[in-house]
């Protein structure tokens, strides 16, 4: 594994970890009964998320950063595996980059700083309906990094078979000169 392959599946190895705590409080929301105890848990959850200092904020999205740069260092050996493999994994890191843009930060501006002025105020009833379109937002995103992780294990076995086949067949290749050249 490269650099580049590094550069790609550490951020997605790292947001997995990230959502994989947030699905301890995702899952009940999504799946569970809905009572005031779970709600009252996954906002306090989500509100000390959202209210986490700069430097938390900074390194999550560096990481998205080092995650697009390692695509677009992959991508630029342009060949029929960076094309297919990268290509697909960078349109679905994108998506899952504008799924969190979309509902993740909206979601939690409405849970953690509600607006409670004018004929936009948010109720609580659009609070548990903003953690719950977070909840499944990030069920998303993990379908999103499970599929690149996925698109990146391929590509390295789609690499490993080419080249295997290469071998067999440069071995056959000597096979066949050495017995013309002893006939």
């Known amino acids: 594994m490269g650099f580049k ?8 190895s790292f947001f997995l970890g990230v959502l994989f705590i947030c699905f301890n409080v995702d899952h009940r929301i999504l799946w569970g009964d809905l009572t005031e105890d779970v709600v009252n848990d996954s906002f306090q959850f989500y509100t ?3 209210n986490a200092p700069p430097a938390i904020k900074a390194l ?11 695509f677009l260092a992959k991508l630029h050996k342009w ?13 679905v890191y994108v ?26 105020a948010e109720s609580r009833e659009d609070q548990i309906m903003a953690i719950r379109v977070l909840a499944a937002g ?16 391929g590509q390295e076995w789609a690499s490993r078979s080419e080249a295997k086949a290469i071998a067999q067949w440069e071995a ?8 013309k050249k002893d006939q």
């Open 48 to 50: 000390t998320f959202f």
């Open 138 to 153: 990030n069920i998303i995103i993990v379908g999103c990094l499970g599929l690149i992780l996925f698109l990146q294990a």
């Open 60 to 70: 999550l999205h560096g990481m998205v950063g080092v995650g697009l740069l390692g």
């Open 79 to 91: 060949d029929e595996s960076a094309v297919f493999f990268d290509g697909s994994s960078l349109g």
């Open 172 to 179: 056959e290749q000597r096979k066949e000169n050495t017995e």
């Open 95 to 120: 998506f899952g980059i504008v799924v969190y843009l979309t509902v993740t930060v909206n979601s939690l501006r409405t849970i953690a700083d509600p607006v409670l002025d004018g004929d936009a």
């Open 5 to 12: 392959h590094a550069a790609i599946l550490a951020p997605v």
